[in-house]
Nanobody
Framework: VQLVESGGGLVQAGGSLRLSCVAS????????IGWFRQAPGKERERISCIAPTDGATYYVDSVKGRFTISSDSDKNTVSLKMNNVRPEDTAVYYC?????????????????????WGKGTLVTVSS
């Protein structure tokens, strides 16, 4: 089971960025795939998740309306489109997978539920 993130980089406030997470070794439909982030000096926080099998999604309030998560089962890929980014979005973004897909709900989508993790991709938002 492997997750590899890409797409991080430097972006100006108000701009957009798309992160991708390519999964290998398992079928997306058997998992919930989520994004977490960790800013310098802060704890890791959950951002969003998707259950590719039925398209169910969850977003934390701080990114709702700005970020969009999507999945492509043919490519075994989950993407996070980040619009109208803010300096406080600066962090290392991690892709993670957990079973079953039903954990993609507000009450269960936590890092300790995830069993597979990528190494992260850095997003820096300049003001």
């Amino acid at each position: 089971v492997q997750l590899v993130e890409s797409g991080g980089g430097l972006v100006q406030a108000g701009g957009s960025l798309r992160l991708s997470c390519v999964a290998s070794g398992f079928t997306l439909d058997d998992y919930a795939i989520g994004w977490f982030r960790q800013a310098p000096g802060k704890e890791r926080e959950r951002i969003s998740c998707i259950a590719p099998t039925d398209g169910a999604t969850y977003y934390v309030d701080s990114v709702k309306g700005r970020f969009t998560i999507s999945s492509d089962s043919d490519k075994n890929t989950v993407s996070l489109k980040m619009n109208n980014v803010r300096p406080e979005d600066t962090a290392v973004y991690y892709c993670a997978g957990g079973e079953p897909p039903g954990v993609c709900v507000e009450t269960m989508f936590y890092d300790y539920v995830m069993s597979a993790w990528g190494k992260g991709t850095l997003v820096t938002v300049s003001s």
